[in-house]
């Protein structure tokens, strides 16, 4: 494919019609022992000579904006995956977000707990933040309340709810952002996703560090350039924005990436000005990100921007962050900027999403004020293959961010 620019949505998409089995086959083959993660979503960015993932989610929000039909298949795989790994389970505690008055939010932990309900199971959300004998509810826009509880552990290494429920096995949609607390450490239910998984440890580096190697491989295999589904990336530690250190190593890293850009947008015929992202590292939330096309902007951000920088959610420094090259988006929705956003279970994709942005230009984040959702279509589904295909790559990389196997 070198040589010349190359329309890469088409070309993918005709690859999943042509080989729909050797591709699914190629997923199944490169789990190996490692399941896939209970749910995840990635967002997706679309330039027209170029798709890939820009983030990948493993404690996504968001389930209230997947269509109906999508909805109804996350309840066939959650029951699926349930009956397969826990198969004694009856009871599921799950734990939400903590600090958090995000009305849309708490319609995503309504819509994920009908699905648990849909699939068999009993539920019962918890906060980690509230007192351990707290029983309250919280109000979604439409009315509705949820019912939620405090957490201890008891005297036999059981979490347990303010009221007693105890549960056969712990969903996660806290993405632990400001830590582990020891309670789930010493919790003797099993707990899924996995705790080494939460942002306190997780980095996007190594996420996207083991998506290079999975998309090279898969790359290989149908005969592709693997610079077409993913960023050229460079990660930097030891930062303080508000201080101003080690803003060199940032401004190196983005001559690095864009220098990366560059070239392979003359290998290709690319005309366009290369840019990059910086990214908190362990952010999350749309938070945390600038986007600069030269290197002396990192040094010329003013103090509003670097006090944005350097803080993400719940009061976390930014310590290290990732330069992600910049994909330009061409699509658009409702008359905006757009980016497809994929969601998924045991790792096969249940339904696809458009975020858009009234306020925001086909370069910048989108992640922010001003997004709206909208479930994607089954037509759309069917016609667009090529995004449940990069959501998956991105999914199984997430299966080697912490580990030493080699993907085949």
Not at 85 to 97: L, S
Not at 136 to 149: K, L, M, P
Not at 207 to 217: C, G, R, T
Request: aromatic share 10%.
């Amino acid at each position: 494919m070198a040589g010349g620019m190359v329309l890469v949505l088409p070309l993918l998409n005709r690859l999943c019609a042509d080989y729909p089995l050797e591709i699914q086959q190629w997923f199944q083959q490169n789990y190996h022992a490692r399941p896939a993660p209970l749910y995840s979503s990635v967002d997706l960015r679309h330039s027209g000579f170029k798709i890939a993932p820009v983030d990948t989610n493993l404690f996504p929000a968001g389930f209230n904006n997947i269509s109906d039909a999508a909805f109804h298949r996350g309840i066939e795989a959650m029951g699926g995956l349930m009956r397969r790994d826990y198969p004694d389970a009856k009871r599921v505690m799950f734990v939400m977000e903590q600090h958090t008055r995000n009305l849309p939010y708490f319609d995503n932990v309504a819509r994920l707990c009908a699905m648990i309900e849909g699939a068999g199971y009993e539920v019962m959300v918890v906060r980690l933040d509230l007192p351990s004998d707290a029983q309250t509810q919280i109000v979604r826009a439409n009315g509705d309340v949820i019912d939620v509880q405090g957490v201890l552990l008891n005297d036999v290494g059981h979490i347990v709810s303010a009221a007693g429920f105890i549960p056969d096995i712990v969903i996660l949609n806290n993405d632990l952002s400001t830590g582990c607390p020891q309670l789930l450490i010493d919790a003797q239910q099993p707990i899924i996703p996995s705790l080494e998984m939460g942002w306190y440890r997780r980095r996007k580096s190594i996420h996207f560090a083991a998506y290079h190697q999975v998309v090279q491989e898969f790359a290989r295999h149908f005969e592709l350039d693997p610079w077409i589904m993913s960023t050229a990336t460079h990660q930097c530690g030891q930062i303080n924005f508000k201080e101003r250190q080690g803003l060199e190593c940032v401004a190196l890293g983005v001559e690095k990436v864009l220098h990366q850009i560059a070239q392979k947008y003359a290998e290709y015929g690319i005309i366009q000005e290369p840019y990059v992202y910086i990214k908190a590292d362990n952010g999350t939330y749309g938070m945390g990100i600038m986007t600069v096309k030269d290197s002396q902007e990192v040094f010329d951000i003013n103090k509003k921007n670097r006090n944005k920088m350097n803080v993400i959610k719940e009061g976390v420094q930014t310590t290290e962050v990732l330069i992600q090259e910049g994909i330009p988006t061409i699509d658009r929705h409702h008359g905006h900027s757009a980016e497809p956003m994929v969601y998924l279970m045991d790792g096969v994709p249940l339904g696809y999403i458009w975020r858009s942005n009234a306020v925001r230009d086909d370069r910048q984040s989108l992640n922010s004020m001003g997004m709206q959702f909208d479930a994607c279509s089954e037509e759309q589904m069917r016609a667009y293959p090529a995004y449940g295909v990069l959501a998956q790559l991105a999914t199984l990389a997430t299966c080697f961010e912490y580990s030493e196997d080699i993907i085949s």
